[in-house]
Nanobody
Framework: QVQLVESGGGLVQAGGSLTLSCAAS????????MGWYRQAPGKQRDLVAT???????VYADSVKGRFTVSRDNAKNTVYLQMNSLAPGDTAAYSC??????????????WGQGTQVTVSS
């Protein structure tokens, strides 16, 4: 089994910053893409940012220039630095990992989510 453990969520005022982290552990041979999605109450889950093993990044338009995704391949850990936070960023943020097992098969894994609340 594979576990994704997230940390770093919380309550912050508008204009503030938070950093999320997510560590993957368990029966992993290699982690390919990692990233973050978010879901606000009553809305669908949306992409925030992803990063490949080689460092190629994709961002949602709404967070470009404010959020930065990075990763440490040796630690199977992905980070999300969030700056200039706004109330519209309030959501449950979930970590995502696309990982291979020892047979080279790929599977998608999700963390349980960490709440980010931005007050105005």
């Amino acid at each position: 089994q594979v576990q994704l453990v997230e940390s770093g969520g919380g309550l912050v005022q508008a204009g503030g910053s938070l950093t999320l982290s997510c560590a993957a552990s368990g029966s992993i041979f290699r982690v390919e893409t990692m990233g973050w999605y978010r879901q606000a109450p009553g809305k669908q889950r949306d992409l925030v940012a992803t990063i490949t093993r080689g460092g190629y990044t994709v961002y949602a338009d709404s967070v470009k220039g404010r959020f930065t995704v990075s990763r440490d391949n040796a630690k199977n850990t992905v980070y999300l630095q969030m700056n200039s936070l706004a109330p519209g960023d309030t959501a449950a943020y979930s970590c995502y990992a696309d990982a291979r097992d020892s047979t080279w098969r790929r599977y998608d894994y999700w963390g349980q989510g960490t709440q980010v609340t931005v007050s105005s």
